[in-house]
């Protein structure tokens, strides 16, 4: 049996849960398992997940937090080994990233984390992730056919695969008590996680102070894009640390990345280039970054960026 992870957001499955559901799917398909979920509240949705390849969903009826990684550990690995799952799925978020490892070690399992690909090889499972910043690929199997896979997200498109309904039920496991106590949370309301974005608007020193990024949001509003910025940006408090990408900030693989007044350094380039497509805007011709991107646009970005977001709002009224 494959068992599948998938985490929820304000009653909604996040974008990244249909991913490893997704994930999870093919492996099921390979391996000629049934494929179960297991996740923390109900919802109508849920029996839908069927045209993703599940046939069963599992909701755990207790009040689990979400963000406790101890808890949910001890919760997926009853499940998984009542159900004597061989592989358990999760997104490679923030959340997945710490139950992964616990979960290997509760489990004695291997790991393969930031997974972005599988294939199949005589029989066995390969699992395919980017190291050394994107610029070469590992391949993982496991001896025994059995593993924690944590999935990068934005590595597949979901996609329906039937047109049929899961079959939801609860279940009630016992879990231990967890030592992590939550003291507060902050949450960015109202903005996409910037490792599950599509889109992302990002800017650097180039912007010279923080009072210029007026013309950065209103670029990222009219594209539907998520904000991020380099490291120095954070740094000296211009944006908030959970915008910062690269080496040291997160890594990141939206469809398109827009980077306004970056130089394009290898630390900033490591979180970002897994970007499907890359556009640059720097008024320097030699900027490393350049070299990384799809499309580049040369110029002053005081010049250029007014001017692009009045095309986009131009070119959005007359569409709509
Ligand atoms: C161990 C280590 C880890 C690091 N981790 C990270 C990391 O995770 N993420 C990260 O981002 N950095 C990281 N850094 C820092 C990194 O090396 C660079 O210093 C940083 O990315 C540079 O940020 P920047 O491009 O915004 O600034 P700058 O290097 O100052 O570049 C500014 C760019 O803006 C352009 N520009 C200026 N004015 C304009 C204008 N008017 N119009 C258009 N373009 C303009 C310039 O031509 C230049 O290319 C790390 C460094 C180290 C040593």
Redesign the pocket.
Known sequence: MVLVYIEIHQGEIKKSGLEAICFAAQIAKLKSSPLTALVLSNSDSLAGLGNYGVQNVLVANQNIDGSDSQNLCSLISQVAEKNQANYIVLSNSSIGKSVAGRLAVRLNRPLVSGVNTILEEGGKLIFRKSVYSGKASAYYTSKNDKAIIALSPNSISPSKSGDSNATVSSVEIAVQPSKIKLLDRNLVKGKIPLAEADTVVSA???M?EPGNWGMIEELADLIGASTAC????ADIGWRPHHE??????IAIKPNLYIA?????????L??VNSSRKIIV????PE?P?FKAADYGIC????EVVPKLNEAIRKFKSSNS
């Open positions: 650097g020193r180039g010279k380099s490291r120095p940006v910062h990408v690269g080496q040291t900030g306004i007044g970056i130089s394009g350094a290898i630390q900033h490591a979180g805007i720097n008024k320097d900027a970054f110029g002053d970005l005081f």
